[in-house]
């Protein structure tokens, strides 16, 4: 397997903090509506990144605006297994009034890249393509001989559901982005002694059940409320009973794997693998970023998070309203388990309340006894030589699911700096001044590198 060299290794680490801060620059925001995302603008620039000798790039776009992009090594034996590394394109909104600096600027300030997608997840995005297109000159140059395809897939759509990305891809051109194994997000983070260190590689995720809640009631005239039927009054109280709400914990085969990374005291990892003490454990923890995470690792859980009136006045009694709802379930739980907890939570307003499926995707698993497990962790050693891989459970989705069912084994993987606090990266996704730090930039572009060597070489 060849390895990078240090000069090597530096000069792929500024052309992925230069491809990272044009990625963020370009706004690629996704609200889940048709019309943005605009992902061709990070597609556009991903191709001139790993087009070249040695690739066939092919570009898809189901409606204007929202391109993927594929990129292929052929490798020298068809039936050899072949690899993607997998890479979403767009990013949530953003309010940049709680930002310390541009949420668009993609600056490097003290080490640090800033900007929406840093970390959610055009720094692995980034690092891939720069990755690939390194490989991509070593196989030109005779140095990088694969045996199965190595495959880029820069994918639109995945922070509102995949509909025009991975699931549209898996439908209408599945042959164009199948793959027996898949890289994608999130993992790498460093947990435990800092003498033998565990690296987390996200093998599971959560299911995903979104659903439109909608309560009606009789419109009428704001000045008059008396005794009048209003839907958001009702829908109120819909919200509060989901907010109220306290399903049975449930552990899953990496509950305990996942509290021994943690390097708790006996007396805690005591409470927290016990289903009949693990709810009051967590209500008494004092960190509250901690509890609502080991929290979504053991419930299924609901929020509501969105609320539509059909754009009525300050002075008309909504004759409906709906609720959108984020429920993440744990593997096992469906359609019946989802409406079963819906009727639970409810109580005597489910029967008032209209039920519609957003999405309904289930929760996915892969295996580790793997050869791709084992060049991970090969790859994590290089610079870590005591580390040890983790499986893990993702609480939130991935495009790795949709892989799942087309039969890949597929891993959020990754490596970032051990000074990086996982508490504090957490908090990034989807929050405030989202930011990555360059020696972690350098950490997995060598560990995309090098892994891919090995497997394929």
């Known amino acids: 397997m060849g390895r990078l060299d240090e000069r090597s290794l530096e000069g792929m680490t500024g052309r ?24 061709s603008r990070n597609a556009d620039v991903l191709e001139q990144v790993i087009a070249g000798p040695g690739v066939d790039v092919e570009r898809f776009e189901p409606i204007p605006g929202r391109a993927s992009i594929v990129g292929r090594i052929a490798g020298s034996d068809p039936d050899a297994p072949s690899l993607c590394l997998m890479g979403h394109t767009d990013v949530v909104p953003v309010h940049p009034e709680g930002w310390r600096n541009d949420p668009f600027g993609g600056e490097l300030i003290d080490g640090e890249v800033w900007g929406r997608g840093a970390v959610d997840m055009l720094n692995l995005t980034a690092s891939m393509a720069v990755a690939f297109r390194s490989l991509a000159d070593e196989a030109a140059a005779g140095r990088f001989r694969p045996t199965g395809d190595l495959i880029y897939f820069g994918v639109a759509d995945e922070e509102s559901g995949s509909a025009y990305g991975a699931r549209w891809m898996a439908e209408q051109h599945p042959d164009a982005i199948r793959a027996d194994y ?9 947990s ?7 690296v987390a590689v996200n093998i599971a995720e959560k299911g995903v059940a979104w659903r439109r809640l909608t309560v009606r009631g009789t419109p009428g005239h704001g000045s008059m409320p008396f005794r009048s039927d209003n839907a958001l009054v009702k829908a109120a109280g819909v919200v509060q009973r989901l907010a109220d709400y306290r399903p049975a914990p449930r552990f899953t085969e990496l509950w305990r794997t996942r509290v021994d990374t943690l390097g708790l005291p006996d007396d805690m990892k005591g409470e927290l693998l016990d289903e009949g003490s693990i709810d009051e454990f967590l209500d008494g923890l004092g960190s509250v970023p901690a509890a609502a995470h080991l929290h979504a690792c053991t419930h299924t859980t609901f929020s509501a998070n969105l609320l539509d009136g059909g754009g009525m006045k300050t002075n008309v009694i909504p004759d409906h309203v709906s609720i959108n709802v984020d429920i993440r379930t744990l593997p096992g739980d469906g359609p019946d388990e989802v409406d079963a907890h819906l009727r639970a939570a409810l109580g005597d307003l489910a029967d008032h309340v209209e039920v519609e499926i957003l999405m309904n995707d289930q929760a996915s698993i892969s295996p580790v006894d793997t050869p791709l497990w084992d060049a991970l962790a090969r790859g994590v050693n290089t610079p870590f030589p005591t580390a040890r891989l983790t499986p893990q459970l993702v609480v939130g989705f991935t495009d790795a699911r949709i892989y799942r069912e087309l039969g890949a084994v597929a891993y959020g993987a990754g490596l970032f700096s051990p000074e990086l606090d996982a508490g504090d990266f957490g908090a990034r996704f989807h929050g405030h001044n989202e930011r990555i730090d360059v020696e972690s930039l350098a950490l997995t572009t060598r560990l995309w590198h090098d892994v891919c060597s090995d497997f394929l070489g």
């Open 16 to 39: 992925t903090v230069e491809l990272l801060q044009t990625m963020i620059r370009n706004e690629c925001v996704n609200d889940g509506t048709a019309e943005s995302g605009h992902e």
């Open 182 to 190: 898949v890289l994608t997000e999130n993992g790498g983070l460093h």
């Open 192 to 198: 435990g002694p800092a003498e033998a260190p565990f």
